[in-house]
């Protein structure tokens, strides 16, 4: 497709960002296995925040700049510009704007209750998706004259399984409590039966498996920030859960099934 490309950076600017994101993930990862922290969101929120939104509202105006900026960034290279993507570009941005589409939108109008979001904790997370926005887009942007070959092929098979997991996760723990039930409850089926965190097991699959397709350092340092993310997440819920839960399935592994 054209090459021209005027509201995103050069390679060396995009390439600069994405190992600005590893060396983020590397902080975020410390900073949560070793330093004491947890996210401060959901049951860890802290007691006494008074600047909090509505946990829905802050979900989904954090999250949508991960689906508008890639989706405003290709529309005008397409709709303005006149390009045409190539089928690796189509590809790569289905299965970006895919997810974000879903996770933006229907994911919040999905949850029952939910306790406030800090308004720190939302602004960073706004950031993030801002930035990531404009790298992923542009990467995707970027690959001029690729067609899928097998990497691509392995690397979508990847992401369509992370995804199914993470969906069918996602509305186990939806559907954990009756309307109207408060307090917390052990997950049980799906990849729950193998892991605590099973939601990030399969968002983690998901973007190794985007990262295996795109071949491209910018997805690469996002697959590695999510890992370094909600990883130390996903432990932080097993330890949770068994100290609350006595009788909780001493078999399962935290994030990855039968290894950790």
């Keep these: 497709m054209d090459s021209y490309r005027p509201e995103c950076p050069s390679k060396e600017v995009l390439d600069g960002m994405a190992i600005l994101m590893v060396l983020t993930g590397i902080v975020t990862f410390v900073s949560l296995t070793w330093g004491g922290h947890s996210a401060a969101y959901g049951r860890y929120t802290l007691g006494g925040t008074k600047l909090a939104l509505n946990s829905k509202v802050a979900w989904m105006t954090q999250e949508m700049w991960s689906f508008l900026v890639p989706l405003l960034l290709i529309w005008r290279q397409v709709a303005q510009r006149g390009a045409h993507l190539g089928s690796l570009q189509v590809l790569l941005a289905a299965m970006f704007l895919a997810h974000y589409g879903w996770r933006s939108f229907a994911y919040p109008l999905l ?7 800090p308004v720190l904790i939302w602004l960073l997370a706004a950031i993030f998706c801002m930035y990531n926005g404009v790298l992923q887009g542009c990467d995707i942007l970027a690959r001029e004259g690729k067609d899928v070959a097998l990497r691509q092929i392995i690397g979508v098979a990847l992401w369509v399984v992370g995804w199914s997991v993470n969906l069918h996760s996602d509305h186990i723990l939806r559907t954990l409590r009756k309307p109207g039930q408060r307090g917390y409850k052990i997950p049980r089926g799906g990849c729950f039966e193998y892991v605590s965190g099973a939601n990030y097991f399969g ?14 350092l910018p997805a690469a340092a996002f697959a590695f920030f999510t890992i370094s993310n909600i990883g130390p997440r996903g432990w932080q819920h097993h330890l949770w859960y068994k100290e609350h839960f006595p009788g909780y399935p001493k078999h399962r592994r935290a994030v990855v099934p039968f290894l950790l």
Excluded: I
């Design 203 to 216: 968002e983690m699959l998901e973007w190794c498996g985007y990262a295996v397709a795109a071949n491209s």
């Design 111 to 117: 949850q029952r209750g939910g306790k406030a979001t």
